[in-house]
């Protein structure tokens, strides 16, 4: 079983930026793919980015492209979600996620899921 441990939300103005980390432990990090989720008060959880074991491969949903940015380093144990461009709309808690088993692409549904970090973007 792996812990999954995010940081780095808070409150930031529309236009700024964040770095959202999460720590991983309790097994072999490197060989799980990783994924950031978000959920808006009334409003389901959505997919914002994943990334392959090595880190060679992301992916995000279109709404997503172009201001996030996810990435790894597996000697840290850590994944990070580099937020550009921040919209209102971004206000979420923000949810690190793994995969289901090793060298598996596929994040629906993950294996483990984070406690979760808010960001509050303010107009």
């Known amino acids: 079983q792996v812990q999954l441990v995010e940081s780095g939300g808070g409150l930031v103005q529309a236009g700024g930026s964040l770095r959202l980390s999460c720590a991983a432990s309790?097994?072999?990090?490197?060989?799980?793919?990783m994924g950031w989720f978000r959920q808006a008060p009334g409003k389901e959880r959505e997919f914002v980015a994943g990334?392959?074991?090595?880190?060679?491969?992301?992916y995000y949903p279109d709404s997503m492209k172009g201001r996030f940015t996810i990435s790894r380093d597996n000697a840290k144990n850590t994944v990070y979600l580099q937020m550009n461009s921040l919209k209102p709309e971004d206000t979420a808690v923000y949810f690190c996620?793994?995969?289901?088993?090793?060298?598996?692409?596929?994040?629906?549904?993950?294996?483990?899921w984070g406690q979760g970090t808010q960001v509050t973007v303010s107009s």
């Open positions: 990334i392959n074991w090595s880190g060679g491969s992301t």
């Open positions: 996620a793994s995969g289901r088993a090793p060298y598996e692409l596929d994040l629906d549904p993950p294996g483990s």
């Open positions: 309790g097994r072999t990090f490197s060989s799980y793919a």
